[in-house]
Structures are given as C-alpha cells and as structure tokens.
C-alpha cells in the first residue's frame, strides 16, 4: 500500500525557518517525481513544487511565490521528501501535502498534510 | 502561465441528481488534466486523469469529458458521499495549476 506521511509542521514567526518532512512507502521510491503543494486555511489548492528523479538529475521546479525561498530535496536511501522553508511569511500558512506524479502525471497519491503556521 | 478557470465555484444539488462542473483551460494543455475530490479537513483524492480516465476504485458515476480547452466532471447520480469541493488540474506545463474549486453542497 502506498503511503505518504508529511511531518515538520508548527507555528513559526515570520523571517523563520521550518524543514517538512514526507516519509514514503510502498513503492519505488526512487523511481517517482514528487511534488508538493499548500493550501491556505478556507482557499484553493496551490503546487509549491517539484522534484524529479535520479534519471532527471534530481532537478527541480518551483512556483515564482516561492522560488528562492523554498528548496525541495529528496533522499531516496531513506524514501523521504523535504521541503526547506525560509523568510517565511504569513502568507505561507497552509496546509502542505506532499503528493507523487511522473513526467506528465498527475498527482496520483497524496500525504494528509501537515499544517505551517505563520504568526507573530 | 496556464489559468484554470473552473465553474460554477459552488452549486446546491439534492441526492440523485447529474451535477456538472466545468474547467476551462486558457491555453491547450493535450488532456493533460485531472479532477480530485477534497472532503474538509482530509487529502485531495484523484478521480479522473488524462481528462477522460478514472481512478482505480472511484465509482462509474463520475466521468470527464473535454471538447478543446473545456474539461467537464460529471457525476450522474449524486450520492451522500460525494458532497465535497472539487479541483480540476493542469499537468502539461510549469507552473503546474489547479482550478479555483468547486464546492458541492446539500439543496
């Protein structure tokens, strides 16, 4: 069974740091994309970004809100997602799910989210 | 950047009832689209990717359709459980971006 399971959230003050976590299993890790995405308390949902495969050189996307701020990386020795979170700003309060997808995929599992508070 | 522009963004329908939402792309995106269901509080679940194909283990009543830019959800018969937000999403291009919502609610 595939799972996916986001740890790392918390309540920060603005111009902190916080690194999400997204532990997988039951799958080849190693094989996927994997992307996150947010969403902000009664809003939408939003991609953050991504991050490709060994094959792809582990290279990676990022949305312009978030671009220069926020680094993906992966570990696949340890099946596990990260997201490095900077200068973070009140509008970065969300939800953050980590989700797996491919080249021209969707997003076909997600994680249930871990939740990023942002506040003075 | 592709917008997604997904409508109406809530509709009231009672059980039994064929709802339909709607997702315009503004640009061609190949059928590169998908549609998930979101319940308050929980994970978005995929139902519908490559526009056309369903999710294995989602229900026969939900089916997609596109004609061009415009992507269609339908559910034939709404049931209890399927009272939640729906997202479509575009998959073709960076930024990768999501429709606006469509909330689902009790008549």
């Known amino acids: 069974e595939v799972q996916l399971v986001e740890s790392g959230g918390g309540s920060v003050q603005p111009g902190g740091s916080l690194r999400l976590s997204c532990a997988a299993s039951?799958?080849?890790?190693?094989?996927?994309?994997m992307d996150w995405v947010r969403q902000a308390p009664g809003k939408g949902l939003e991609w953050v970004g991504r991050i490709r495969n060994k094959a792809n050189s582990y290279s990676t996307q990022y949305a312009a809100s978030v671009k220069g701020r926020f680094t993906i990386s992966r570990d696949d020795s340890k099946n596990s997602l990260y997201l490095q979170i900077n200068s973070l700003q009140t509008e970065d309060t969300a939800v953050y799910y980590c989700g797996r997808s491919g080249s021209y995929s969707h997003f076909d599992y997600w994680g249930q989210g871990t939740l990023v508070t942002v506040s003075s | 950047d592709i917008q997604m522009t997904q409508s109406p963004s809530t509709l009231s329908a009672s059980v039994g009832d064929r709802v339909t939402i709607t997702c315009r792309a503004s640009?061609?995106?190949?059928?590169?689209l998908a549609w998930y269901q979101q319940k308050p509080g929980k994970a978005p679940k995929p139902l519908i990717y490559?526009?056309?194909s369903l999710e294995s283990g989602v229900p026969s009543r939900f089916s997609g359709s596109e004609s061009g830019t415009e992507f269609t959800l339908t559910i034939s018969s709404l049931q209890p459980e399927d009272f939640a937000t729906y997202y479509c999403q575009q998959y073709t291009d960076y930024p990768l971006s999501f429709g606006g919502g469509t909330k689902v609610g009790i008549k």
């Open positions: 039951g799958f080849t890790f190693s094989d996927h994309y």
């Open positions: 640009q061609s995106i190949s059928s590169r």
């Open positions: 490559k526009a056309t």
